[in-house]
């Protein structure tokens, strides 16, 4: 089945500067790949995500990027706040007989400092 | 909100027993997936219901069983509950017609402690 990496566990950053936090998986036939973030009790919040024909997309201050080729995904934080603080979780999905699953990354808590 | 509602949001109870969680989906969607997080282990997908039929499972234990009714909300029933099984449990819904790539909206999540 598919496998989601990702990288780093934790990430500490400055008020005002960028983050960047790394994903890879290993079934090339997955091609959807949604970015959550999880606040101390509550459940996963969807803030972006990106499909396979596409190589980059931006919300404001989020974005992300995907490399097929080498099976690797990106959430890019810029100008980060203090409340971009949470737990940030990767995922990708691959269709099993027309629908889809998703298999999650193990997550990483992003701390932004004021 | 993500509209997607889920109870209760805390349940505690003691090994051997068994508990149902309720989850219904954003008005709309036909599939409710299930998902359990625990510290170790992640968020795991445990299964997936599309208008009542489930259509994938993925780590569900079998003492763990769930369905969809025709109003669309889900439970999952977990039985013969061990330690182990303490974590959070949460339901995302989705859309999910055939043929696309829909996003999953997840719910606030059942704590579920067993002693």
């Known amino acids: 089945g598919e496998n989601v990496e990702q990288h780093p566990s934790t990430l500490s950053v400055q008020e005002g500067d960028s983050a960047v936090i790394k994903c890879t998986y290993s079934d090339s036939a997955s091609n959807y790949f949604p970015w959550y973030k999880q606040e101390l009790g509550k459940g996963p919040q969807l803030i972006i995500d990106?499909?396979?024909?596409?190589g980059e997309k931006k919300d404001q201050r989020i974005a992300v990027t995907l490399n097929k080729t080498a099976k690797h995904f990106s959430l890019h934080i810029t100008e980060t706040q203090p409340e971009d603080s949470a737990v940030y979780f990767c995922?990708?999905?691959?269709?099993?007989?027309?629908?889809?699953?998703?298999?999650f990354g193990k997550g990483t808590m992003l701390l932004v400092s004021p | 909100d993500s509209g997607v509602t889920q109870t209760p949001k805390h349940l505690i109870t003691a090994t051997g027993q068994r508990v149902t969680l309720r989850c219904s989906p954003r008005s709309g969607d036909l599939s409710v997936y299930w998902y359990q997080q625990s510290l170790d282990q992640g968020l795991q997908f445990l299964i997936h219901y599309y208008n009542g039929e489930e259509r994938a499972k993925g780590n569900i234990l079998e003492r763990f069983s769930a369905q969809q009714f025709p109003d669309l909300h889900s439970e999952l029933n977990l039985s013969s509950l061990e330690l182990g099984d303490s974590a959070l449990y949460f339901c995302?819904?989705?859309?999910?017609?055939?043929?696309?790539?829909?996003?999953?909206?997840f719910g606030p999540g059942t704590r579920l402690t067993v002693t």
């Open positions: 995302a819904s989705s859309v999910d017609q055939k043929g696309g790539q829909y996003e999953q909206y």
């Open positions: 990106i499909r396979s024909n596409v």
């Open positions: 995922a990708a999905s691959i269709r099993n007989s027309g629908y889809s699953t998703l298999t």
